[in-house]
């Protein structure tokens, strides 16, 4: 027995604060909630350890954490490869990955899936390994269109969205000057590209973000944080007295 997924299904990252009472997943990506969308299959990759009490039928949770013993095991398999079956050491290297290991694991656990009745299959798009198993999973499956929505603009090195072949077969932007930047840089013609209103960031929930500084998603040392910021005070003479420090909504439980 395989569980069957709807015509739709969308596969979005998940915390334990996106669930209500109730056990409905309130997307905050696709600003939209499972409670009055039950004839949408969500398949969550769950990033926290602590799991909501009740979910919605229509609702699928993929815990994402790391497991020391598997970690170890593959550790092991990895030297083997290298030492008694001659594989090149950047591509072993790169199976030991968490985030090579984490896509594996999410194509297998979809091969157990059926989606004899899947038309389309939506995802937060952000060009992760786990993103690219996807599409490769899907790519043969002439009745199944993968689609891709790009929330926020790449970051500054922006190799992983080169189309390479296994990309989303359409891919959701929410301005000109990504679409530009995809086509003109990154391999994607223009006819796989959508431009639509941002669902993430919708007019009604606008938000002052002037006089404020955006700490990066990851640092290593606050102590350097702490530098930069005295040198914009001191050399660039910027007074950051009545600015705020926004911290990424990623980090906000690591205040």
Known sequence: WKHKTKKNVIISPAHIEDFDKNGNFNDRYFNVSSKNNDQISWILVFN?????????????????????????????LTLTEIFFQKK?????????????????????????LNFDKTKNILFIFEGQPYNYSIVELFKNKKNIKTKGYLHAYPQALTTNFINRGISPSKLI?????????????????????????????????????KRVVFLPTEFNSIKFIVDQMKFIINEKKVNLSNFKIKIHPKNLKNK
């Open 48 to 76: 926290d350890k602590k799991l909501p009490k009740k979910i919605n039928k229509n609702l699928i949770l993929i815990q994402r954490e790391i497991n020391f013993l598997l970690s170890l095991k593959k550790l092991f």
């Open 88 to 112: 090149k050491f950047f591509f072993v290297l790169n199976q030991f990955c968490y985030l090579t290991n984490f896509a594996n694991f999410l194509s297998s656990f979809l091969k157990k």
């Open 173 to 209: 932007v929410s301005s000109n000057l990504q679409k530009k930047h995809l086509v003109t840089h990154l391999n994607w013609k223009k006819k796989n590209i959508k431009i639509l209103p941002s669902l993430r960031f919708q007019k009604k929930n606008k938000k002052n973000f």
